[in-house]
């Protein structure tokens, strides 16, 4: 069985794991460069609205990543678009390029395109990740 919070806070242990999982989860063209001031701990720039388990990614201070459990949302097609806002008005306090939102775990495949699209239509600088736990590269055992 897949530990969850623990298991996500072990993944991003390494600026090399950081960078894998922007450049190949979320398929950020980030320069290298950005990867010489990786910050990752507990949210501290925003409330994930009492997501257990939430975690954020400070990188090259040019972006802004949020990693939550899917199935820590009670009503993930209210949480997200909550998050989502919460994530843009950090962007845009703290001056950085883009915020990305991954949601890791089993997702609604119904609610998929739904919840894409809301993201995009906030603004160009603002993702939404439905994330595999497979894609984060460890042993779910």
């Known amino acids: 069985m ?13 600026t090399s794991r950081v960078r894998a999982f922007v450049r190949d989860v979320l398929n950020c063209g980030c320069p290298e460069s ?15 609205h009492d997501v257990e388990g939430g975690l954020e990614m400070l990188v090259g201070g040019r972006l802004l990543v949020a990693v939550v459990l899917f199935q820590r949302l009670a009503d993930p097609a209210a949480e997200i678009p ?21 949601v890791v775990g089993v997702h609604d495949e119904s609610q998929r ?6 993201a995009s239509a906030l603004d160009d600088r603002l993702h939404l ?13």
């Not at 950005?34 to 994930?48: A, E, H, M, S």
């Not at 806002?85 to 390029?97: K, L, S, T, V």
């Not at 990740?129 to 055992?141: C, E, K, S, T, Y």
């Open 129 to 141: 990740h439905l994330v595999n736990q497979q894609d984060l590269g460890f042993d779910q055992a």
């Open 113 to 118: 395109a739904q919840l894409e699209a809301l």
């Open 34 to 48: 950005v990867f010489d001031d990786v910050r990752i701990g507990l949210p501290t720039l925003y409330d994930t």
């Open 82 to 102: 909550k998050i989502l806002e919460r994530g843009r008005q950090a962007r845009d306090a703290y001056c950085f390029n883009r915020f990305r939102l991954a």
């Open 2 to 14: 897949w530990r969850g919070v623990a298991m996500l806070q072990d993944v991003f242990v390494s």
